[in-house]
């Protein structure tokens, strides 16, 4: 079966520190990446996607992520984190292009104390 | 307009009770979704309606029951339903069903079964 894995559940970092959160996920042809975002309270939204092209993609908010098929990895970065992105956040994969349909990630929560 | 809205926002229902959670988009979307997110576990689809019509059922118990009236609305009827049937109901849009099309979520109705 196809599947999306999140492996650090829980992160706090300090302000300025550097985000790095793993996604893995499983061979299943070909594949659609994505990053969500879930501030406390509010709904999901999209940080970054990747289809194609460049495997380095940046996404709002200083966000970056990393798409290296040898590893089945689409790890989401961000260089200096701010208190507020504390927040859940969501990999997610689209398989075979199946119709805007996604597998999410177990999501991993982080904390960015001030 | 680019939200998406749930009502109610929080719900309690006994499991003799019928009741209904409502979503709504004016973004001129034609695809509507219906995700289902336990605590602390990842978003999982439900159905996925196309030109208002149920394109996808992913094998959800008959005691759920969507309906989409129109392309601005997406019901859920929920009936019988077990207290482990508590979770988030996360509701989507997109323009289309091509994976290049962004989803738009709603903040999600947190339904509790007693």
């Known amino acids: 079966a196809q599947s999306v894995s999140q492996h650090n559940h829980h992160v706090i970092l300090s302000e300025a520190a550097s985000l790095e959160l793993g996604c893995n996920y499983s061979y299943g042809g070909t594949v659609n990446l994505f990053w969500y975002v879930q501030y406390p309270g509010q709904h999901l939204q999209l940080l970054l996607k990747y289809f194609s092209g460049d495997p380095l993609v940046k996404g709002i908010k200083g966000f970056e992520a990393e798409f290296i098929k040898s590893k089945f990895s689409f790890n989401l970065r961000k260089p200096s984190v701010q208190w507020s992105d504390t927040a859940e956040y969501f990999c997610?994969?689209?398989?075979?292009?199946?119709?805007?349909?996604?597998?999410f990630g177990g999501g991993t929560r982080l904390m960015v104390k001030p | 307009d680019t939200e998406v809205t749930q009502t109610p926002k929080h719900l309690v229902m006994g499991m003799t009770n019928k009741k209904s959670l409502k979503c709504e988009q004016h973004?001129?979307?034609?695809?509507m979704y219906w995700y289902k997110q336990k605590a602390k576990k990842p978003p999982e689809l439900m159905f996925v309606y196309s030109y208002e019509k149920l394109s996808i059922n992913e094998s959800v118990p008959s005691r759920f029951s969507p309906e989409c009236p129109n392309s601005s609305l997406l019901n859920l009827h929920l009936h019988a339903l077990q207290p482990e049937d508590s979770a988030l109901y996360l509701c989507?849009?997109?323009?289309?069903?091509?994976?290049?099309?962004?989803?738009?979520f709603g903040s999600g109705t947190q339904l509790s079964v007693l």
């Open positions: 989507a849009s997109s323009q289309g069903r091509l994976i290049n099309e962004k989803l738009f």
């Open positions: 973004m001129g979307h034609r695809a």
């Open positions: 997610a994969v689209n398989y075979n292009n199946a119709g805007n349909m996604l597998t």
